[in-house]
Each structure stands twice: as C-alpha cells, then as structure tokens.
C-alpha cells in the first residue's frame, strides 16, 4: 500500500512551500467616533505610528495605571527654569521615549525649539517607519495652560 503525502509533508527532498503574510500595523482612533455600524475607527501604519508618537509626548510618567514610566515627561519640563533645561535634553528625552515604547519606528531625528518667554516647547519629529521604510515627520508643540 502507498501511502501519499501532502506536498511538504513526508517527502524531504522537496522544499516547503515558504509564504509571508504582510502585516499594517492599526490602532484604534483615539476620538472614539463611532463608524455606520456602531464599530470603532481605525489608524493605519502612518497615522496609527503619528498617533502613537504623539500619545507618548503628551503622558505624563505615572499617568498610566500599572507602567509607571510610560510618557516623556515634557510637562515638568516646561515649569522649569529656562537656564536648567536645554534643547538637547529635550531632545534626548524624546529620542528614548519613542526608542524605548515604540517599536514599530526604526531611525529618529528630533529637533527641539524652546520658547522660553511662552513656557512652551515645539518638537519636529522626523523617523522612518519600519514596516515600509518611508521616511515620516510631525510635529508636537507643548505649551502651558495658566
């Protein structure tokens, strides 16, 4: 009796069959609008990292219940004094946040440019998402409410 095998299975001398499934990164849309069908909306690839990066910018450490160091902290920065922060360390404040909570972006350039009279800070963000590698920027600016 013979007994037949599936292509891949038994026989080793051939190849199996390798395939890839291509995977879009989504995130849920933080507005929260419902769609025709009472689902929710969704981000995809280049808005859902935009979103992403932005909702690290604007945490505050502590802000989210169970991962205390989540967020970049840029709040505290601007009750500062002017003399004791830089734009070099905002800049590396933000380069490790989005390094270290967002995988999904490969290489990052930040630019950083302090109002000090306003208490407000705007970062250009440029990066290079991983899944297409195409190259993206945003910006975040963070003033204070008085």
């Known amino acids: 009796m013979t007994t037949v095998f599936p292509y891949g299975e038994g026989d080793l001398n051939k190849r199996p069959i390798t395939t890839s499934v291509k995977r879009l990164s989504s995130d849920l849309d933080l507005s929260f609008t419902a769609t025709p069908r009472g689902g929710l909306y969704k981000k995809n690839s280049v808005a859902a990292v935009k979103q992403s990066i932005r909702k690290l910018l604007l945490t505050n450490r502590g802000d989210i ?16 004094l002017s003399t004791m922060i830089s734009e070099e360390d905002i800049r590396s404040l933000v380069t490790e946040t989005i390094r270290r909570y967002e995988p999904r972006v490969g290489d990052i350039k930040v630019f950083a440019d302090l109002v000090e009279d306003s208490n407000a800070v705007t970062i250009y963000i440029v990066f290079q998402i991983i899944e297409n590698l195409q190259v993206e920027e945003m910006q975040v600016t963070i003033s204070r409410v008085r």
């Open 65 to 80: 219940p169970f991962q205390p160091l989540l967020g970049a902290d840029l709040n505290n920065i601007l009750f500062e």
